[in-house]
Structures are given as C-alpha cells and as structure tokens.
C-alpha cells in the first residue's frame, strides 16, 4: 500500500483540495525514493511516498532512460484518510509521453499491469 507521510497545512482550503480526486501532481523516483511534487496553484510541497516497489511500477508504466529519475513525469491522485499524517493513495495515474496515461494504483491496490503492444487500449 503506498502512502505519503507529512503534514498538510491545516487550513480549510487545502484540506478540501486534498480531499479531492485526481489531484495534479508530478512524480519523481530514483533507485531509492519516490517523491510526490504538488505545485500551484495546489500547494507548494513535496512528500515522500513510502510503500511503492519498483518492478510492480514497471509493469504499469515503462520507465525513462538516462537522467536522474527512473521516472519524472506528471501524475493524477486520490488520497485516502485525508485526516491524519499518513495518507493512502487510493488511486494513481502517471503520464508517460511515449504511451498517454498508466494507470498505476486502483483502490489502493496495483492496477492491472499494461501490455506495451496494446497501448491503444489505455
């Protein structure tokens, strides 16, 4: 299960933002971490994912080459228990520019894993 560890900021309009479903982000993972970027006009912020597991990501989406990032693309996500400090991400979507959009998380649980060969299917 993935989750974002952090502090939201308290106040009423965040709070409803992150209560929302399909929240732009941009996602950033290395070897070692995964990092979840919300920018304005959401919140200015980055948190750590923690719960994530690299080959389940690469049967979801195919990954860059070269650079620093495995993966440096937008995102779409929904959050869970949006009332505590540890946030389940319920559902994620990155977009991939040679594909359009993975469907990476559905209810908390990996999505069905792509074939790269029926892309058009997405």
Known sequence: MMRIFGRFP????TQTLISQKKIPCVCSIDDLEFTIKF??????ASYKVQGWDLKALEKRAP?????????????????????SENKIISELDFFIES???????????YATPIILDDIDNL
């Open 10 to 13: 308290p106040d009423v309009y």
């Open 99 to 109: 594909v359009g959009w993975c469907p990476i998380l559905r209810n908390q649980n």
């Open 39 to 44: 920018c304005p006009p959401i919140i200015e």
């Open 63 to 83: 990954c860059g080459t070269g650079g620093e990032y495995l993966y440096s693309c937008y995102g779409l996500l929904t959050l869970s228990d949006c009332i």
